[in-house]
């Protein structure tokens, strides 16, 4: 859809919703408090303004508690209270400050209540000026003009995101608004005094000191705006757009302005500050738009655009849908709400002016993930997706549906970014919109899906084309009589064995093709032949090897004990294919320091053998038999043994760990037996002791965010590298639970597990009454799933494209064979094709992925996905037919991985540039026309900005000062196989207010915003490794009784990991919620309990995406406003 | 005066020593003239029942370079206090606990039947026995049946305090932690590597006991003698029986064509550094059980495939064996390591094929352990021996002693050339030092890791007096051993003989030095120095050089025997019965080198006869000792009688006796003997007869059986000459040869 933004940013802010009377100010603030988070000060900073936002009248309270809070600093302006005028001079100086601090984490968020303050205030003057000017432009304008001319550069910058942003967005907001819930009600004049009085207060205190430090901050974070201001494209763009949403030159003139200036640095200050130069930046360069102070009475303009909105709120909803069709009219003239209405945009463009009236970007008139998500849901979850038709958009993961599998593979096994791919190498390089498939071969189906079917060929195995090698599968054609078939993928001819032979019916097809899974569906097995096997031998099931850290940290910490207890029960479940038949799996334990200790659990014994292996610079495996036994044979033994390990240890003293030796005793062990398997790997600390693979400590905090951070990323040592390749080509996959209590070098330890298609897990700080359950369930989770081992996927694809890239946790000695020493249920390999030839719209594009693995109970089978995709000559089409969700699975993979070679900086500009590009593309050749000054988005990509925006905030690439580089090599490393699902609520967390919980439906989510919290409500967030359950100071008394068993709101207990058992209608159905979210993702995540002013409250807004990030990410208004930018610079 | 047998024999009983000359050549010249030099075998532990030992410590020579014992030869000047010290001269005052000495109260070291006398040291702690077991299981069930049932048997014969330990090998080696609750605990090594002790250490977690304790000095009795790999018997014994028990073969497979891979060169490395570093300097006996050759790792002797057989003596000739220099290299390290801190490697070798015990030797050799040889653990040979190992004297003492060390001190006429027997060097150099060595020279002090009752050591001496400087008429050599050892109590004691001869000018009195030569002892002597020669030489030339020395009857049979004759024999057995030869004291000596062979038959009482062809005759049961066999071969008449059952008929109960008699002296010689001797039944025309047949001398052979009496004796297939023909030929030489 097409996001205008036009000038009526105003809009937004008038509009915001019901909960965020301020959302517009929530937003900015959002964005900025999340960074400052950290700071009591700015967290308070915060609640009020949410405060606010909930209640315009409310705002005083809210205001005071924000004094209150920043009490200590910031000087109570009491002034809040003062004309914007007065605030603004106050406000300013606060900005500055802030910025001068801004170098300073700390500052930063300073900067940013500041800012808000300032912000508001701007923004009620901007919104007072725009409302009049209008601006919706006028926003931009007024970010322009007014926050330009008042405030200092900064503030201008500031204003300029928030001018520009709302402008387009103002004016869907309208829209918006109006058909959600309160559309225009929330007219100006409500939404600006809530800012006032919110506002007010706060920016007071930061401004008064600030006001010389202005200065400083503009040089820095500014410099756009300085020099782009003037440079005039603001100015010019303004003038071509005339509605330009962009704000006007503001910026210019702010500088030169110190009057104003006030309101405006707030403003800018808010979005720009701290964080990023570079989105700061963007931000000031609309604001050259905004420059011209004039812009504000251009504001008309952008009221048309605005205009378009309205339009699009009524239809907006449905317009989207339409959008998917045909971009250039549908869009929604509006703006992000405005999408919908972007669509009529392109028509109705003119039409705006109900924007006008408001003259802020409004957050939600810009496309919204969760309206997207619900949209979705509605239309899509209702009937079952039939995979028959080739090129079909399956509905999206946040959507529960039903899949029947008619010939290509389901959804849940394959996903591509798009489904319409261009038929030149040229068009996809034009568009950039990356061609990719992320694959999950052995992906758990729900109940009501049948898994795969499994196809015997006998003893010459599966039929394959003689050519190119590709299975049989439904798009192979059969000629002659059913004697022969064309492969579908390079077109050579081969002869049906006598034995498969078939009779074609008078369509062509075989007779029996209905009654073949691999005529006639996506997604079969085969059974493989003794040819498809290691050594031409048919394989051995596989082992479990288990092996426990016993060092002082590790019993310490309570983990020693946890696992072995666990383990007694866990062994009656691993997995198996026949549920009422054991598993064949054998077992084998290892516990480890410095020294390695095997242990004989022979069946046979009385009491278990312990075998002390301490030359770990030669590793070898000390037994043979005895070592890997059948669980039910030695369950004697083996409790025995599990036992008396803890007790063992329990007065260990030894700290020194080794990590290589461990894992080549595992190798060894699966050698020796001749299996492929698995190792556990239970590990706590640095391996410092004298062993192969010896790490030392190399954590410098002080290389982050230079060129040499990669370096971090990176494995100090090839010494694993090597060694993973052992263990892949043995069939030894490693998964590696980490309790780390310092560094452990994440980034090395997890080289095997990452290479072996293992996990890795880590619990820092792990104590055993809070973490044990969610390691538990964890460890639970990843013994009993299925899996497949020593697997090779191979990726065929018809002629003309071929799949060039791959992303995951495998080892590929080659250039096309994916070898993974085990794949799991969970486990996603992304590939990425490239075209080398044209393909044809007629006979589209197809792709097959085959897996061969061994499978749990020892048989070695084949695993098939096909998929066909359509293939285009308009981009247009292949603009309709992509999915978001994918696109963003995939950049995040390809940028996280760049990180091992280029500099942060570098792969965030790269990643900004593409989707820049994959936009530009999209209105240069596929919108209709309209003014420059508009933001266009397809349809299908409406998200991608704010979701582009999460992954560019993301800790990986923007790591805030107290994430550690274990963390981010952890994140990475996890992201690199994760399905579009779990990276879906990864980037953008799921916010689900608690209101009522009645019938099996969930609550409507919220945007991460923390405009959208109230301070009455209590809120669940699923980030995919962590929930929390956020309660607001105000919540209702029968509400926290329900939950938590007491009315009171200081007597809940931060620290609890599980909701007390209830016996209320809503605690059942809130605890039903918890578990069933758990049980969707593959990791346990842990809930934890954030009160509303509790320290703990920064961790929990660091997820509120869309605002902006302590660490200095953009909220989701300036980052697009910046895209917009970018997109404009590119088009002209 | 006695006679010089009587002497000879009374000295041997009192002191355990024998010379090659009891009366000496006064001069360097003369003795040289001798050919045989001035020798002694000495055993130090010579069995004294009656030798009560004394509760104090020894007074010595003050003279720095002296240290010689206070002993009944010194002069003693009572009112004086002094004594004078008879090998340098110095006079010395007596200690102050002797103030109350006299010509009436004398200490026992002045009384001259006292010229062997023990002192026990009361310094120090008591050093508990260390028995450290290295077992090999690689090896067939029943066989590895057996062995743990002797290593359980064995626990009960040790002291309760002794300290035991176990290290299983295969192709991996397991040291065992004992006393563990529950979990039994191994630390595990790969066979393919040596280590060395502080490595092992490192990895064994062990901290070294001596250097932080030694420092401290009386508190390092206190710290606790065992670790975890070393317990009190009393504390492990059900422990270790449980642990034996559970042994299982070793479960590495073993694919056709293959050998087991097994670790014992470095089984034993890890054994003698676990020692090193936690009973340095103590008593401690490594005792290892091996079923076959080393394969692989140091010390390997063989490959691991079958189709590559172990070295012969035909291939080291030939330069053929590849992996002898280098695995004989790591074993003699071993073996330097191992008396360097006063411990014993025993070797049990059971198996039907070469083990390696010529790479081996050393370990043994040096460190005054055990060889054993046998076919099977489940024979009665290995059984019996290794219970014998246990064997307790009339105090219920332990017959072994740990750690000793042999000094050697004599009067100026006389220096040491060196000394050959299971001992080191311990490079001591002195004034009584000869630079001409034989055997292990150099030195004055030697290391005996281990030692019994009959462990002999040939010393060699040099008369350095030269010939212008006679000796005044009546003065004597003096020659005093000094041998200080750790007692199976734990105790440590010192033993000291001094000895004296007289000198003989060689020019009047040569009849006096001719009647005191001692030609058992001489033999022996000589056939040690032959033996020693012949393990370090090419065996060619010293049977020449051996022939130019001296021949006498002796020599004909130490020519034919195996410790001269590598023929029919392989390295292995070789090894084996040199190292016997050079340990046993001089009877057994004797034995080993002309077998004693006795006659039963109806015709008269046993009888000794000689060991020759002529002896075997059908009517005659004869009984062999060659100190390694033990055989009795029923002539053919007998043999049938025999089989015909006739011992069963009460009117040939005299029938019965015969057949028994010569079974009841095997069973005597069977008790007494250690190592066990095989125990051959057998008779004419068997195949273990052959023992016999190659031990006679062959007066009748296929070549001249016609020429001699038909009747009687049995020909002997074989090329050698007979004693008659080497005696003839001997004659010639001495006769012609002047030069």
């Not at chain 1, 104003?260 to 360069?285: E, K, M, N, R, T």
């Not at chain 1, 095997?598 to 009385?606: D, E, G, H, I, P």
């Not at chain 1, 593309?921 to 397809?938: D, E, V």
């Not at chain 1, 919540?1035 to 909701?1059: H, K, R, V, Y």
Request: hydrophobic fraction near 35%; charged fraction near 15%; include cysteine.
């Amino acid at each position: 859809m097409n996001v205008n933004q036009q000038p009526p940013m105003a809009s937004p802010y008038g509009q915001p919703q019901p909960g965020y009377s301020q959302p517009s100010y929530a937003p900015l603030g959002g964005g900025y408090p999340g960074p400052y988070g950290p700071y009591s000060g700015p967290a308070t900073a915060y609640q009020p303004g949410a405060p606010q936002g909930s209640a315009r009248g409310p705002p005083p309270v809210s205001t005071n508690q924000a004094y209150s809070q920043y009490a200590q600093g910031d000087i109570q302006n009491g002034p809040p209270p003062m004309d914007h005028s007065m605030a603004q001079p106050a406000q300013r100086p606060p900005v500055c400050q802030p910025y001068s601090h801004g170098a300073m984490n700390l500052s930063g968020p300073h900067p940013s209540y500041p800012q808000q303050y300032g912000v508001q205030p701007s923004m009620q003057q901007m919104t007072n000026q725009m409302s009049g000017m209008q601006v919706g432009s006028g926003p931009l304008t007024s970010a322009g003009p007014g926050y330009a001319p008042p405030p200092s550069s900064e503030p201008p910058i500031s204003a300029a995101y928030s001018a520009a942003a709302p402008p387009s967005y103002t004016q869907a907001p309208h829209p918006v608004s109006g058909a959600p819930s309160q559309p225009p009600p929330p007219s100006e004049p409500a939404a600006p005094q809530p800012y006032y009085d919110g506002p007010p207060p706060s920016q007071q205190p930061p401004f008064p000191s600030s006001a010389p430090p202005p200065s400083q901050p503009f040089p820095s974070s500014s410099p756009y705006s300085g020099p782009p201001l003037p440079a005039n494209p603001g100015p010019l763009q303004s003038l071509d757009n005339s509605p330009s949403h962009l704000a006007p030159s503001p910026a210019q003139q702010t500088f030169p302005n110190s009057a104003p200036p006030p309101v405006s640095q707030a403003l800018y200050s808010g979005p720009l500050p701290p964080p990023d130069l570079a989105l700061s930046h963007l931000p000031c360069i609309p604001c050259p738009v905004p420059c011209r102070p004039a812009p504000r009475p251009t504001p008309l303009p952008p009221g048309p655009m605005q205009q378009p909105p309205q339009p699009g709120m009524h239809g907006g909803y449905p317009t989207q849908q339409n959008g998917a069709f045909g971009q250039p009219r549908g869009p929604q003239p509006g703006y992000a709400g405005p999408q919908y209405p972007g669509q009529q945009n392109y028509g109705a463009v003119p039409a705006p002016t109900p924007a006008p009236t408001q003259k802020r970007l409004d957050p939600d008139s810009i496309p919204s993930p969760i309206q997207v998500i619900e949209d979705d849901r509605a239309n899509k979850s209702s009937e079952p997706f039939t995979t028959g038709v080739k090129g079909q958009t399956p509905p999206l993961v946040t959507t529960n549906f039903q899949v029947k599998d008619q010939g290509n593979a389901s959804p849940r096994f394959v996903r591509c970014t798009a489904y319409n791919i261009p038929c030149t190498a040229d068009m996809a390089k034009q568009s950039q919109v990356p061609l990719a498939a992320v694959i999950k071969p052995l992906a758990m189906l729900p109940p009501d899906e049948t898994r795969p079917y499994m196809v015997d060929h006998g003893e010459a195995g599966p039929i394959r084309c003689n050519r190119c090698k590709a299975y049989m599968c439904p798009y192979m054609q059969f000629i002659e009589g059913g004697r022969r078939f064309q492969c579908g993928f390079c077109s050579c001819v081969t002869d049906v064995p006598p034995h498969y032979f078939q009779h074609l019916d008078h369509t062509g097809k075989r007779v029996d093709c209905c009654d073949r899974p691999e005529l006639s569906l996506g997604s079969y097995e085969f059974v493989a032949t003794v040819d498809y096997c290691k050594n031409n031998k048919l394989p051995q099931p596989p082992s479990f090897i288990f092996f426990i850290d016993v060092s002082y940290n590790a019993v310490k910490s309570g983990m020693v004990n946890i696992v072995c207890q666990e383990l007694k029960t866990l062994l009656d479940y691993l997995p198996r294919e026949n549920p009422e038949a054991d598993s064949v799996v054998r077992v084998g334990f290892v516990t480890y320091n410095k020294v390695l200790h095997f242990y004989n659990v022979k069946s046979s014994l009385a009491q278990p053998q312990m075998m002390v292996v301490s030359d770990v610079s030669d590793m070898f495996l000390p037994l043979l038999d005895g070592f890997l036994v059948n669980v039910n044979d030695s369950r004697m033994v083996i409790e025995s043994l599990l036992d008396q390990i803890p007790e063992m240890f329990a007065d260990t003293r030894e700290t020194e760990t080794v990590f290589g030796p461990v894992i080549q005793a595992g190798l060894e062990a699966l050698k020796a037996a001749d299996c492929a398997g698995k190792l556990f790997l239970f590990h706590s600390s640095l391996p410092i002791a004298e062993a192969p693979g010896k790490l030392k400590n190399r954590e410098d905090k002080k290389l982050v965010g230079t060129d040499k951070e990669k370096s971090l990323f990176q494995p100090q040592s090839g010494f694993y590298s090597n060694l993973s390749k052992e263990c892949v080509a043995q069939g030894c996959c490693v998964d590696l639970f980490l309790f780390p209590n310092q560094y452990v070098d994440v980034a090395t330890l997890g080289v095997v597990p990452v290479s072996t298609g293992g996990s890795v897990y880590k619990y820092t700080y792990f104590q055993a009454e809070m973490d044990r359950e969610r390691f538990l369930n964890d460890l639970r989770r990843d013994v009993q799933k299925p899996m497949g081992f020593d697997a090779v996927m191979r990726v065929r694809t018809s002629t003309g494209i071929r799949a060039t890239d791959f992303f995951g946790s495998f080892f590929m000695s080659n250039t096309t064979d994916v070898e993974l020493a085990g794949l799991d249920c969970d486990k996603t390999v992304t590939v990425e094709f490239r075209h080398d030839d044209k393909l044809s719209e007629d006979t589209g594009a197809l792709m097959q992925c085959a897996v061969l693995y061994t499978s749990c109970s020892g048989q070695r089978r084949l695993r098939v996905h096909n998929m066909a995709v359509n293939c285009c000559s308009q981009l247009a089409d292949l603009y309709r037919n992509c999915e978001t969700d994918t696109i963003i699975n995939f950049f995040s993979k390809y940028a996280y991985r760049s990180l091992l070679n280029t500099p942060t900086k570098t792969v965030r500009d790269t990643l900004v540039n593409q989707c820049a590009q994959i936009l530009a593309c999209y209105r240069k050749n596929c919108a209709s026309p309209s003014s420059a000054g508009q933001l266009i988005l397809p349809e299908c990509m409406k998200l991608l900005p704010v979701y582009l925006n999460c992954v560019l905030k993301s800790d990986v690439l923007q790591p805030g000062a107290d994430v550690s580089v274990d963390d981010r090599a952890y994140l990475r490393q996890l992201l690199s196989c994760m399905d579009v699902s779990e990276s879906h609520v990864f980037f953008y967390p799921r916010l689900l207010p608690l209101v009522k919980l009645d019938g099996g439906s969930l609550p409507m989510a919220v945007r991460n915003s923390e405009e959208r919290l109230s301070k009455g409500g209590v809120y669940l967030l699923e980030t995919g490794l962590y929930l929390f359950l956020w309660v607001g100071a105000n919540a209702q008394q029968e509400l926290l009784s329900n939950i938590f068993g007491t009315p009171t709101f200081s007597q809940i207990d931060p620290n609890m990991t599980s909701l007390p058992e209830l016996d209320n209608p809503f605690s059942q159905r809130l605890r039903e919620i918890i578990d069933s979210f758990r049980s969707q993702r593959s990791r346990y995540m842990k809930l934890m309990v954030v009160k509303q002013e509790d320290k703990a409250e920064l961790i929990f807004k660091h997820f509120l995406c869309e605002d902006k990030s302590a660490s200095g990410g953009a909220s989701y208004v300036d980052f697009l406003c910046h895209m917009h930018k970018e997109i404009r610079q590119l088009l002209s | 005066m006695a006679t010089f047998p009587e002497f000879i024999a009374q000295n041997e009983e009192r002191d355990g020593v024998r010379f090659s000359w009891n009366v000496w050549p006064s001069s360097r010249l003369e003795a040289t003239r001798m050919v045989v030099p001035v020798a002694s075998l000495f055993t130090p532990l010579k069995e004294r029942p009656d030798l009560p030992p004394i509760q104090y410590e020894p007074v010595l020579c003050s003279r720095v370079t002296c240290r010689a014992v206070l002993n009944p030869l010194c002069q003693v000047d009572y009112r004086a206090k002094l004594w004078a010290c008879n090998f340098c001269y110095q006079r010395n005052q007596f200690p102050p606990t002797y103030a109350g000495i006299s010509d009436v109260n004398q200490p026992a070291e002045l009384l001259p039947q006292f010229s062997t006398i023990e002192y026990v040291v009361q310094r120090g702690p008591l050093m508990p026995l260390v028995f450290l077991y290295v077992v090999d299981t690689c090896m067939e069930d029943e066989d590895l049946q057996a062995l743990k049932e002797s290593l359980q048997m064995s626990l009960s014969l040790l002291p309760p305090t002794a300290l035991v330990g176990l290290i299983t090998f295969g192709r991996m080696i397991q040291v065992h932690e004992l006393g563990c609750e529950g979990i039994s605990k191994s630390y595990v090594f790969r066979g393919t590597k040596d280590l060395n002790a502080k490595q092992l250490q490192e990895m064994l977690g062990l901290t070294k006991p001596t250097a932080a304790q030694a420092g401290r000095g009386p508190q390092a009795p206190q710290a606790p003698l065992s670790n975890r790999f070393l317990q009190p018997v009393q504390k492990i014994d059900m422990n270790l029986t449980d642990l034996l028990g559970e042994l299982q073969r070793d479960p590495w497979p073993v694919t056709q064509g293959k050998r087991p891979l097994r670790s014992l060169g470095s089984a034993m490395s890890i054994a003698v550094g676990l020692l090193e570093c936690t009973f340095p300097n103590t008593g401690a006996r490594i005792m290892t059980f091996i079923g076959g050759p080393a394969t692989q790792g140091p010390g390997m002797v063989v490959g691991d495939e079958l189709k590559a057989p172990i070295r012969s003596w035909h291939d080291i000739e030939k330069d053929n064996a590849k992996f002898m220099k280098k695995g004989t290299k790591h074993y003699e390290a071993l073996a330097s390591r191992a008396s360097t801190n006063g411990h014993i490697i025993d070797i049990y070798a059971c198996a039907l094929d070469q083990t390696g015990l010529l790479e081996m030797k050393c370990c043994s050799n040096h460190t005054g352990g055990y060889m054993v040889m046998a076919d099977s653990f489940t024979t009665s040979l290995f059984k019996q021996t290794f219970q014998r190992v246990f064997t307790k004297d009339v105090s219920g003492a332990f017959k072994m002693a740990f750690a000793g060390t042999l000094e050697i001190k004599t009067s100026r006429e006389i220096k040491i050339s060196g000394a050959i027997g299971p001992c080191v060097s311990l490079n001591a150099k002195g004034p009584c030092v000869s630079e001409n060595e034989i055997g292990t020279g150099g030195t004055s002090q030697w290391k005996i890791c281990g030692l019994d009752h009959n462990t002999t050591l040939a010393v060699y001496f040099e008369v350095v007096n030269q010939h212008n400087a006679p000796i005044p008429q009546g003065g004597r050599g003096a020659v005093q051993y000094v041998t200080q050892y750790q007692h199976s109590s734990g105790q440590k004691r010192i033993r000291v003989t001094t000895t004296a001869r007289n000198w003989a000018d060689a020019g009047t009195q040569i009849q006096t030095i001719a009647a005191s030569f001692d030609q058992e002892a001489s033999a022996i002597l000589m056939a040690r120095l032959a033996v020693y020669r012949a393990e370090t030489e090419e065996g060619p030339d010293v049977l020449r050089w051996l022939d130019r020395q001296l021949i006498r009857l002796f020599m004909f049979h130490l020519r034919r025997s195996p410790f001269l004759q590598v023929f029919n024999n392989s390295p292995d057995e070789s090894s084996y019965y040199r190292h016997q030869f050079m340990r046993q004291d001089l009877t057994q000596s004797l034995i080993m080198i002309q077998p004693i062979l006795y006659a039963y038959s109806f015709n008269g009482p046993p009888e000794p006869v000689l060991l020759d062809s002529s002896s075997i005759l059908p009517d005659r049961i004869l009984l062999m000792d060659t100190f390694f066999q033990i055989l009795i071969y029923h002539g053919e008449t007998v043999s049938q009688w025999r089989k015909a059952g006739y011992q069963e008929l009460p009117e040939y109960e005299n029938f019965r006796h015969l057949l028994q008699a010569p079974v009841d002296d095997a069973q005597e010689i069977l008790h007494s003997r250690f190592p066990m001797p095989r125990y051959i039944d057998t008779e004419h025309g068997g195949s273990q007869a052959r023992f016999l047949l190659s031990k006679v001398n062959p007066s009748q052979t296929h070549n001249n059986m016609y020429a001699w009496g038909q009747e009687s004796g049995a020909p002997i297939l074989t090329d050698d000459v007979s004693l008659q023909v080497f005696m003839d030929h001997l004659k010639k030489l001495a006769v012609s040869s002047a030069a």
